[in-house]
């Protein structure tokens, strides 16, 4: 019982020295035909895609992704302070009046204030804060 041929019309390339698919288009440098036909059969006999290479069977491959020059989107939402307590310690919280920065939605933003800060000065710098701060800038680096 012969082995399957996938590669039936291998043709010599006399300006290359290598044989060739008429088919699909892959060559082997194989001085006889018949070697060339074993390694042309390990692939597939069909058109390949432009500029794509593929590896030998077994082979093992790893996927390189090619490093893009992006702008880098700038996103802003309007925000606002709120004063809290976290294990009896005041905090600033940080809210999001929309949810328009994707980099912050699964995200909670608080400030950690000075030890000996009471709750009042700490509500004391929300109301300046949001007085003087309307929105948050968020761009990646």
């Given at each position: 019982?012969?082995?399957?041929?996938?590669?039936?019309?291998?043709?010599?390339?006399?300006?290359?020295?290598?044989?060739?698919?008429?088919?699909?288009?892959r060559?082997?440098?194989?001085?006889?035909v018949?070697?060339?036909?074993?390694?042309?059969?390990?692939?597939?006999?069909?058109?390949?895609?432009?500029?794509?290479?593929?590896?030998?069977?077994?082979?093992?491959?790893?996927?390189?992704?090619?490093?893009?020059?992006?702008?880098?989107?700038?996103?802003?939402?309007?925000?606002?302070?709120?004063?809290?307590?976290?294990?009896?310690?005041p905090?600033?919280?940080?809210?999001?009046?929309?949810?328009?920065?994707?980099?912050?939605?699964?995200?909670?933003?608080?400030?950690?204030?000075?030890?000996?800060?009471?709750?009042?000065?700490?509500?004391?710098?929300?109301?300046?804060?949001?007085?003087?701060?309307?929105?948050?800038?968020?761009?990646?680096?």
């Amino acid at each position: 019982m012969g082995r399957q041929i996938k590669h039936e019309n291998l043709r010599w390339n006399v300006a290359t020295g290598e044989w060739f698919c008429t088919k699909c288009g892959r060559t082997s440098d194989h001085v006889s035909v018949q070697d060339a036909q074993k390694e042309l059969d390990q692939y597939e006999c069909s058109l390949q895609s432009v500029g794509v290479a593929r590896p030998a069977p077994g082979t093992e491959t790893t996927r390189l992704r090619k490093a893009y020059k992006m702008a880098l989107k700038t996103e802003r939402s309007g925000i606002r302070f709120v004063a809290k307590t976290d294990d009896s310690k005041p905090v600033i919280q940080l809210d999001l009046f929309h949810d328009t920065v994707s980099g912050l939605r699964s995200l909670s933003v608080g400030f950690e204030l000075l030890s000996g800060t009471t709750l009042d000065q700490a509500r004391a710098l929300v109301d300046a804060m949001n007085e003087r701060i309307v929105g948050v800038i968020v761009t990646p680096k």
